[in-house]
Structures are given as structure tokens and as C-alpha cells.
């Protein structure tokens, strides 16, 4: 049971974490298209637009380092969120520019510090 509990937990922080960046995004004028987007089989945690700039986030909640958090967004993960760019981007009418966001958020339910990197990977560093 305890490794049910530890994932539940780290399930908590990741949901809470995911509410707290939005929140952020909101704050800075920024309208929230979609939260756990599944498109294809990819769920991009939040989709936001400011102006002519959609923004495709991924956060990541972790109790310890922000470098642990910031690895966990890996080529593949990378790739896949590109991918899900792609066709949500497809989609919708007109031209838009966009870009990947990180959100780290690190620490305890109750002490959660969230760190936002913008621009935080390019499609073309990765092809």
C-alpha cells in the first residue's frame, strides 16, 4: 500500500501543480484554451493563448530539484508534444505563432514554488 499512497500523492501535487500554473497563465492575460488535452495519444497539460501565440505547457511537479523536473520533459516527450502541436494547430482557424512552455513546480502541497520557462524547446532542435 504504501507505493499506492506515494502515487496517489504525486498524482495530488501534479493536479494541484497544473492548477497553480494555469492560474499563473490567467493572471498574465493569457486565456486558457484546454487543460489535459488528449490529441492523438498525447495529453498536453495546458493549452493557452495570448494574442496571436498559442502556447503548448507542460508542468512538472517533483519534491525535490527543479533540474529533476526539467529532465523528466525528455526528447521523446519533446517530440510528442510537437506532434500534438501540429495537429491541434491544424485545427484551428487562421495563422498563430506558438511555443513550448515548462512549467516546474517544486516542493510540497502546502510550499509549492512554480518556475515558468518560456521558449523552453524548439521544434526545429529536435528534427
Same mark, same amino acid.
Given at each position: 500500500m504504501p507505493g499506492?499512497?506515494?502515487?496517489?500523492?504525486a498524482n495530488e501535487l501534479g493536479k494541484y501543480a497544473e492548477e497553480l500554473? /494555469?492560474? *499563473?497563465?490567467i493572471s498574465? $492575460?493569457?486565456t486558457?484554451?484546454?487543460?489535459?488535452?488528449?490529441?492523438?495519444?498525447?495529453?498536453?497539460d495546458i493549452i493557452a493563448?495570448?494574442?496571436?501565440?498559442?502556447?503548448?505547457?507542460?508542468?512538472?511537479?517533483?519534491n525535490s530539484?527543479?533540474?529533476?523536473?526539467l529532465e523528466a520533459v525528455d526528447k521523446d516527450k519533446r517530440k510528442r508534444m510537437i506532434k /500534438?502541436? *501540429?495537429?491541434?494547430?491544424? $485545427?484551428?482557424?487562421?495563422?498563430?505563432?506558438?511555443?513550448f512552455d515548462i512549467v516546474t513546480a517544486i516542493?510540497?502541497?502546502?510550499?509549492?514554488k512554480i518556475e515558468v520557462f518560456e521558449d523552453a524547446f524548439l521544434a526545429a532542435d529536435l528534427f
Open positions: 499506492i499512497e506515494k502515487k496517489k500523492a500554473a /494555469a492560474n *499563473d497563465y498574465r $492575460n493569457y486558457i484554451l484546454n487543460r489535459n488535452a488528449k490529441i492523438g495519444r498525447v495529453e498536453v493563448q495570448k494574442e496571436d501565440t498559442v502556447v503548448f505547457i507542460e508542468v512538472k511537479a517533483r530539484s527543479e533540474k529533476e523536473a /500534438a502541436a *501540429d495537429l491541434f494547430l491544424k $485545427n484551428l482557424e487562421g495563422q498563430y505563432n506558438y511555443r516542493g510540497s502541497k502546502e510550499n509549492l
